[in-house]
């Protein structure tokens, strides 16, 4: 159910389950993206007159209190983008948040310290979680499910708290949802999918699914070296997953067998270190044996805006290449810009992606979807089932409101 569906909410106490896990420079934010579109469901429930506590990890302190990891800048950026201060209770489930929680008026908003800074949050032992979901759920009526980038944990906060409050999912969650079974479901054609980023091994599900169904697969970012190498070419001093030769082999055949056209780059951008410096262009089968590839050349980027642009349906996660150094990000540059011009339905997923299109000075609104889920997004599109979705769907079925 929704947060329609939950009733008069006034002076409800309201868990919000966010991802506010934002890129931090010291207490800096470098891209605030996660809380701006945590904002419209807080919104939303402090308008109505709940008591909104927002929980929420940032980074992973492996049930430890790390002030590295503490939420309280983002909090404060909560609040100016709330318009209205945002109360911070330096600890989770403690005597703070219980003074806070008691404390709190109609519509407003309070943030609870690092849900991650406890065991609990996390452990693999179902009664060490629930015990600790007991805890936060002392702390409130109702629970409301919107950190989508979280919705792939099993963890107390996502899980096992839906199981012990009234819960819904918040605005976030089921727009997210909405435009991933556009991808999913009935996806408009041609239908191209663009993979980067370093490890094949991070994205063989999403590979897996994904044969079947999109019509071409674009490969750059570091893992397009262990499929270069696959096809019998020398990569130089490039990334290289060994152990997954094999597998990248597979997918080439496979993909020519169900007739998926799977597009390699045919030229690299190199350099002799991992450094912005010394950056050539050289052909993708004649990598030389001192260099590595740090991004896609300029033909490759071509032919993939090129694609990417005659697509109705996109769907792009991974950087083409190291876009943080300037010498390596036009790949990256070129697929961003081809995705602002798809008519169509295009969708940014990830965490990297999401920074590098802003970092390149792209607009959130020039694209049709920047998903805030990372692995959520990839292992939706796996056809993966996510806890945090899941046990949603299950009270609601138990409650009779499927
Ligand atoms: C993310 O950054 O993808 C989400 O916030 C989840 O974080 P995690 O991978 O540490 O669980």
Redesign the pocket.
Known sequence: QTVSDLGDLRGKRVLVRS?L?VPLDGKKITDDGRVRASVPTIKRLADAGARVLVTA?LG?PDGVPNPDYSLEPVAERLGELLGTPVLFAGDTVGAEAHRISAALQDGQVAVLQNVRYNEGETSKDDAVRGAFADELAALADVFVSDGF??VH?KQASVYDIATRLPAAVGELVEAEVTVLKRLTESPERPYTVVLGGSKVSDKLGVIDNLLGKADNLLVGGGMVFTFLKAQGHEVGKSLLEDDQLDIARGYIEQAEAQGVRLVLPTDVVVAPEFADAGATTVAADAIPSDQLGLDIGPDSAAAFAEIIRGSKTVFWNGPMGVFEMASFAEGTRSVAQALTEVDGLSVVGG?DSAAAVRQLGFDDDQFGHIST????SLEYLEGKTLPGLDILEDSTDQNGNA
């Open positions: 991802d896990n990890h992973r980038g979280v944990r965490g889920g990372g692995g959520a």
